[in-house]
């Protein structure tokens, strides 16, 4: 399994971006996420769903603002980001693993992408 991130890119605060992640490989059984990482600070979890789509978990720091999403027909997971703050500028990774949704750990996924930043100006 491979995973590409795309769609980053800098916006004013309140402003909204997509970001995707293309999966090349199986997604049968797969539980996606993301995480970021400001500079200095810890990477942290963002938000979580399985492949099929039925279930979401979202940090409190983003909940009401971003949603996780899955695509089948285009092997693609997408974070709607809304109302972006400050603080949400950061390196966002996304993550897969084969089993269970809702990890907040980092190790505990098996692939990842490499990044893409999101600069919210205030």
């Known amino acids: 399994v491979q995973l590409q991130a795309s769609g980053g890119g800098l916006v004013q605060a309140g402003g909204s971006l997509r970001l995707s992640c293309a999966v090349s490989?199986?997604?049968?059984?797969?539980?996606m996420g993301w995480f970021r990482q400001a500079p200095g600070t810890e990477r942290e979890f963002v938000a979580s769903?399985?492949?099929?789509?039925?279930?979401?978990d979202y940090a409190d720091s983003v909940k009401g603002r971003f949603t996780i999403s899955t695509d089948n027909a285009k092997n693609t997971m997408y974070l709607q980001m809304d109302n972006l703050k400050f603080e949400d500028t950061a390196v966002y990774y996304c993550?897969?693993?084969?089993?269970?949704?809702?990890?907040?750990?980092?190790?505990?996924?098996?692939?990842w992408g490499q990044g893409t930043q999101v600069t919210v100006s205030s």
């Open positions: 769903i399985s492949w099929s789509g039925g279930t979401a």
């Open positions: 993550v897969g693993r084969i089993g269970g949704w809702g990890k907040m750990i980092w190790d505990e996924y098996d692939y």
């Open positions: 490989g199986r997604t049968r059984g797969l539980a």
